[in-house]
Nanobody, 125 residues
């Protein structure tokens, strides 16, 4: 069982990146997936999530209108498209999967079953 996050890198402010989270060893269709990030010296925070059956999406306020989460179950992959990146988006980004649906009131704090290893995103000129 594994989640593999990739797509991070160095980008200038205002640029874009697309992160990918590929699942192996379990059926991603039945899992909600969240993206989290942790910057140096800061607590981990939930960035966005996509539910399993109804594909509801949720975003933390600081990324609304800039980030878009999506999933392709046939490819066992969840994406995070990040546009208009800012220096404050710099962090290690992790994906995580939880059985069932995710909900707006709890997705940032519930227990997740599986975690990926993280991918570094650096926004700097």
């Amino acid at each position: 069982v594994q989640l593999q996050a990739s797509g991070g890198g160095l980008v200038q402010p205002g640029g874009s990146l697309r992160l990918s989270c590929v699942a192996s060893g379990f059926v991603l269709d039945y899992y909600g997936v969240g993206w989290f990030r942790q910057a140096p010296g800061k607590e981990r925070e939930g960035v966005s999530c996509i539910s399993s059956s109804d594909r509801s999406t949720y975003y933390t306020d600081s990324v609304k209108g800039r980030f878009t989460i999506s999933r392709d179950n046939a490819k066992r992959t969840v994406y995070l498209q990040m546009n208009s990146l800012k220096p404050e988006d710099t962090a290690v980004y992790y994906c995580a999967a939880r059985w069932g649906n995710l909900y707006g009131s709890s997705w940032q704090t519930v227990h997740y079953d599986y975690w990926g290893q993280g991918t570094q995103v650096t926004v700097s000129s």
